[in-house]
């Protein structure tokens, strides 16, 4: 399941989301862009979609929100 189909399921609950993102593997640039973003506060679902989108592939990768934690794969 990619992020964008979760974020459809999830409605308008998902955009109220603050999302934290840690990566076991660095395979492109952008990785360090979101580990970033999400360090202290976290990122925002709007952010955090325009980040891996549209070729990023997170493997494995683990999203944590507050209240959801979810695992992706694309």
């Known amino acids: 399941m990619t992020l964008a189909e979760l974020l459809v399921r999830l409605g308008s609950f998902g955009l109220d989301l603050t999302w934290r993102v840690e990566l ?20 925002d ?3 955090l979609l325009s980040l891996t ?3 990023l592939q997170l493997i494995d990768a683990e999203a944590c929100d507050s209240q959801v934690t979810t695992w992706w794969w694309s």
Do not use: N, Y
């Open 24 to 43: 076991d593997e660095i395979g492109d640039p952008r990785c360090v862009e979101i580990e970033r973003r999400s360090a202290d506060s976290g990122m």
């Open 45 to 47: 679902t709007l952010t």
């Open 53 to 55: 989108t549209p070729f």
